[in-house]
Antibody, heavy 121, light 107 residues
């Protein structure tokens, strides 16, 4: 059974750096073809892809946010960490991590419950 | 940057067929999938690789993708299908892209 869970601060101040951790079970990020991604959703708005990290440490970022994002993995701890710098109120959103599947299609097969992050002074 | 366009809303009567479109340049050349999201819940994959249904997804959900348009079709729509639906595409040049979402209302 694959599960993912996001953790991190619920409130950050403008200009601060956000660090979110995705802790997962039921799969290994050392298995060929596997990836973990981050997606966010502002209240009442659409999903927005942020970043992906693959089993081979290949990292992909949304072009519009690339300069602010860093994604890393700790395979031994089954964790993926996303950092986003220079937070702004418009970054207020629910942040999801999800298992990325790339065999027979390319999609997020399993999602975490999401973590609401509010950016406010 | 690559964009996917969905209608903001679609309405359907119970038992009828709902079609939700997703448009993008040469979308038929990319792998497309669909997610269902109900209020307060995480998205759930309902279609992947254009036409395939994950285990546990009812047969009334189907998908197609050709030219510039992918379509999610829900046959015999039920009240429980009322939700937001998002298309998502991937290819090696654009990575992951989501559509703007469509609110399906079952009247």
């Amino acid at each position: 059974q694959i599960t993912l869970k996001e953790s991190g601060p619920t409130l950050v101040k403008p200009t601060q750096t956000l660090t979110l951790t995705c802790t997962f079970s039921g799969f290994s990020l050392s298995t060929s073809g596997v990836g973990v991604g981050w997606i966010r959703q502002p209240p009442g708005k659409a999903l927005e892809w942020l970043a992906l990290i693959y089993w081979n440490d290949d990292k992909r970022y949304s072009p519009s946010l690339k300069s602010r994002l860093t994604i890393t993995k700790d395979t031994s701890e089954n964790q993926v960490v996303l950092t986003m710098t220079n937070m702004d109120p418009v970054d207020t959103a629910t942040y999801y991590c999800a298992h990325w599947h790339r065999v027979g299609g390319y999609y997020f097969a399993y999602w975490g419950q999401g973590a609401l992050v509010t950016v406010s002074s | 940057s690559y964009e996917l366009t969905q209608p903001p809303s679609v309405s359907v009567s119970p038992g009828q067929t709902a079609s939700i479109t997703c448009s993008g340049d040469k979308l038929g050349n990319k792998y497309t999938c669909w997610y269902q999201q109900k209020p307060g819940q995480s998205p759930v994959l309902v279609i992947f690789a254009d036409t395939k249904r994950p285990s546990g997804i009812p047969e009334r959900f189907s998908g197609s993708n050709s030219g510039n348009t992918a379509t999610l079709t829900i046959s015999g729509t039920q009240a429980m299908d009322e939700a937001d639906y998002y298309c998502q595409a991937w290819d090696i040049s654009t990575d992951v892209v989501f559509g703007g979402g469509t609110k399906l209302t079952v009247l």
